[in-house]
């Protein structure tokens, strides 16, 4: 099997080198803090006296600015860097020249799983950057979750993990502003469950409540019908919903964001069109 390091033992990084071991690769870690490395070497890991060991470099920290500061001055020549820290689209493109001037190559990454999910079926991660040097170490990689490549451009593995991410958040956060208004009525968080459940299953669905594949068409298109829902409708609904928070003595800055953003679209005269359309003020801030 092929060597690894791992550079940035927190719970990401530690669960990344357990599981390619388990895949039965040889593996080298580092982190700034050494003590960190001992649990993996005793679980078979080898210990790295420097980063730069290897050609595969495997790199989980909390930013990349961390990356610059761990690496240093050191030469990559021929190794390839696959960083799967947190930055910006652009942070990533200034990581690229930075390891190629150092003789080496950047992949850049979003793995779009927490550390229990790293090497579990459904894992995978967004890739950017040359796909050459990808296709060499994917085998590699696969160990971890499924290897997504998104293209050349080394910002937009980040683009597409911090657009799952907004998701993600905003889809959490929405939830517990739901449960948290319920609970001011005495009902109970878990009463609430089933019906976001189907509510989600019915947004990535086909029928008539998959909004996800049919915003998706709008949005390519420029259209948003609007004859069944009119964003005027959503933008009145929406006040409602902020007037009912405040009511029940509740913090209200994200709907009422939601809301500001609805109003505008409206206020802009595309009141008579579908949701969709707000889009159009999301690009014109």
Do not use: C
Not at 20 to 38: E, I, Q
Not at 138 to 157: I, K, Q, R
Not at 194 to 219: C, N, T, W
């Amino acid at each position: 099997m092929s060597d690894v390091t791992v550079i940035g033992l927190g719970p990401m990084g530690s669960t990344m080198a357990r599981t390619f071991l388990a895949a039965g690769h040889d593996v080298t870690v580092w982190n700034r803090t050494a003590s960190k490395a001992d649990p993996l070497v005793a679980e078979g890991a080898r210990r790295a006296a420097e980063p730069v060991t290897g050609e595969l470099l495997v790199i989980s920290q909390i930013s990349y600015q961390a990356m610059f500061d761990s690496l240093g001055e050191a030469r990559l020549d021929g190794r390839t860097v696959v960083n799967l820290s947190s930055g910006t689209p652009a942070e990533l493109r200034q990581a690229a020249r930075w390891v190629e001037e150092r003789g080496g190559t950047l992949i850049t990454a979003g793995i779009m799983v927490p550390p229990p999910g790293i090497g579990q079926p459904g894992a995978y991660t967004f890739y950017s950057g040359p796909k050459e040097a990808l296709d060499r170490h994917a085998g590699t990689l696969e160990a971890l979750s499924a290897v997504t490549y998104v293209g050349e451009d080394p910002g937009l593995a980040m683009m597409f993990y911090q657009a799952q991410l907004f998701v993600f958040w905003s889809s959490l956060t929405s939830f517990m502003y739901a449960a948290t208004l319920l609970g001011t009525a005495g009902v109970r968080p878990d009463a609430l469950v089933p019906f976001v459940r189907e509510l989600h299953a019915g947004l990535a669905s086909d029928g008539p409540m998959g909004y996800i594949k049919i915003l998706g068409e709008e949005l390519g298109s420029g259209v948003y019908p609007g004859d069944d829902n009119s964003l005027h409708m959503q933008a009145v609904g929406m006040g409602h919903v902020v007037e009912t928070l405040r009511d029940a003595g509740l913090e209200t800055t994200v709907p009422e964001a939601l809301h500001r953003l609805f109003a505008r679209a409206d206020a802009e005269g595309r009141g008579d069109e579908g949701i969709g359309t707000v889009v159009e003020s999301i690009r014109k801030p």
